[in-house]
T-cell receptor, first 114, second 117 residues
C-alpha cells in the first residue's frame, strides 16, 4: 500500500561527504518534490520535477542537486553536507501541477551530519 | 507573495474537549488551502483542503475547517479530541507554478498539539 517511499529513514554522514537520499512512488504521478524541514520549522521546498523538467527554487543552495531517472524514482544529492544541512528531507508527489492537487508525502529521511 | 500564519505554536487540550487551530493566509487571488498533520518522525498527511464551493470542509479523522474570506482565515476544528490526535498541524496555501509545472505549497510554521488524558 505504500505510495511514497523514502530510503533510508535515517542517514548519518560526515561533514563534506556526499550523500544521496532516494524517493520512489507507486502513484505514477507526474510531479515529484523535495522539501527540507528543520526542527520545529515548516517544510521548505527545495525543487521539483514536472515529468523530466527540473525546477529549482531560487534560494536553494547549489550544494543540493536532484535526479529523476524515471517516473517512479527521484534522488536528492547533497554534494558537500554541512552541519546546517541536518534536517528531515521530505519527498512528495502530485498528479499534476494544478494548485488544488493534493501532494502526497513520504515518511521522510532524517539526515544527521557529524 | 503568499504567506501563512499559524499564531499558536503550542496548544494543549484535554481528551474529549473541542479543538480549534488558527490559520491566516495572505494571497492575492482565490486561495487553495490545505491542512496537513505530521505525527512524530513521520511525513505529512492531508486532513482536508478547500478550493471552492461550500466554505465548511469536512476532512478525515473527524476534522473540519471553515474558510472565511473576510477574515483571511481557514481554521481547523474538531468537536472532541482523541489522544491519538497529538501531532503537529500545518496549514498551507497552494498555487500553480506556471513555469515548469508543479504546484507550490507555502506552509505555516505549524501548531504542536498536546492532548492531556
Amino acid at each position: 500500500d505504500a505510495m511514497v517511499i523514502q530510503n533510508p529513514r535515517y542517514q548519518v554522514t560526515q561533514f563534506g561527504k556526499p550523500v544521496t537520499l532516494s524517493c520512489s512512488q507507486t502513484l505514477n504521478h507526474n510531479v515529484m518534490y523535495w522539501y527540507q524541514q528543520k526542527s520545529s520549522q515548516a517544510p521548505k521546498l527545495l525543487f521539483h520535477y514536472y515529468d523530466k523538467d527540473f525546477n529549482n527554487e531560487a534560494d536553494t543552495p547549489d550544494n543540493f542537486q536532484s535526479r529523476r531517472p524515471n517516473t517512479s524514482f527521484c534522488f536528492l544529492d547533497i554534494r558537500s553536507p554541512g552541519l546546517g544541512d541536518a534536517a528531515m528531507y521530505l519527498c512528495a508527489t502530485s498528479r499534476d501541477g494544478k494548485a488544488l492537487e493534493t501532494q502526497y508525502f513520504g515518511p521522510g529521511t532524517r539526515l544527521l551530519v557529524l | 507573495a503568499q504567506s501563512v500564519t499559524q499564531p499558536d505554536i503550542h496548544i494543549t487540550v484535554s481528551e474529549g474537549a473541542s479543538l480549534e487551530l488558527r490559520c491566516n493566509y495572505s494571497y492575492g487571488a482565490t486561495p487553495y488551502l490545505f491542512w496537513y498533520v505530521q505525527s512524530p518522525g513521520q511525513g505529512l498527511q492531508l486532513l482536508l483542503k478547500y478550493f471552492s464551493g461550500d466554505t465548511l470542509v469536512q476532512g478525515i479523522k473527524g476534522f473540519e475547517a471553515e474558510f472565511k474570506r473576510s477574515q483571511s482565515s481557514f481554521n481547523l476544528r474538531k468537536p472532541s479530541v482523541h489522544w491519538s490526535d497529538a501531532a503537529e498541524y500545518f496549514c498551507a496555501v497552494g498555487k500553480s507554478v506556471l513555469t515548469g509545472g508543479g504546484n507550490k505549497l507555502t506552509f505555516g510554521t505549524g501548531t504542536q498539539l498536546k492532548v492531556e488524558l
